[in-house]
């Protein structure tokens, strides 16, 4: 079974800083992809960015970026020149394939606070 | 499109009663999932549905029964609620291209549920 993994309960940034949330996985599969989805005090879950496994280059969008690490199984998302729209609680998520379909497997989160 | 809606948004129930949470997608997408999060932990797959007349069960399934009879709706049902049960449920939808499930799941803004 695949596992995600956010040491971080909490973080706090300054505005206009970056931040980097941690997150590490665990599997056995070959071919394998990472999410990060952001929900904000409203509840709603929000698509940030997806990196999958043969993807040599990190991914990115707009202020957020990927940092894959294959070998050490980590997927860091960093957040550049923070804003106070960024506080929320952040997910790290695992693409896991069953017999029909895919399912998200979902780390515990890391809650971000950005200071002004 | 309104994407992905849920109903209802907030319910309170007692033990032992019943009740069906509905998930409506409005772009035609063949995978269907329903998740639970609860606090501290990310997002755990209750059951989904690979098309319309099919469903299976997720990691965490007992208590809950779903049916899909057309293809946008997904219902996810509580026979004999439980306080257990308490938790902020998500619908979730996907496509797929040439048969292939795309990466990316977009999801309802959820309901929170409270079982006293």
């Known amino acids: 079974a695949q596992k995600i993994t956010q040491t971080q309960p909490g973080m706090f940034v300054q505005e206009k800083e970056a931040v980097t949330l941690d997150c590490t996985y665990d599997t056995s599969d070959q071919s394998y992809g990472l999410f990060w989805y952001k929900q904000p005090s409203s509840g709603e879950m929000i698509f940030l960015i997806y990196q999958g496994s043969y993807d040599e280059q990190n991914a990115t969008e707009g202020r957020y970026s990927l940092n894959f690490q294959k070998a050490r199984k980590s997927a860091n998302l960093v957040i550049s020149a923070s804003q106070l729209g960024d506080s929320a609680m952040y997910f790290c998520a695992m693409r896991e394939a069953m017999e029909y379909g895919n399912k998200l497997v979902f780390g515990a989160g890391t809650i971000l606070r950005v200071k002004s | 499109n309104a994407g992905v809606t849920q109903t209802p948004k907030f319910r309170v129930l007692k033990t032992g009663q019943s009740m069906t949470l509905l998930c409506a997608q409005d772009?035609?997408?063949?995978?269907m999932y329903w998740y639970r999060q609860d606090p501290g932990m990310g997002l755990r797959l209750i059951h989904y549905?690979?098309?319309?007349?099919?469903?299976a069960k997720g990691e965490v399934p007992d208590g809950y029964n779903v049916s899909r009879l057309k293809k946008q709706n997904f219902l996810l049902g509580l026979e004999s609620a439980a306080p257990s049960q308490t938790s902020v449920y998500f619908c979730?939808?996907?496509?797929?291209?040439?048969?292939?499930?795309?990466?990316?799941?977009?999801f309802g803004p959820g309901t929170r549920l409270t079982v006293t």
């Open positions: 772009m035609n997408h063949e995978y």
């Open positions: 549905s690979v098309g319309e007349g099919t469903t």
């Open positions: 979730a939808s996907s496509y797929s291209i040439r048969g292939e499930e795309t990466y990316e799941q977009y």
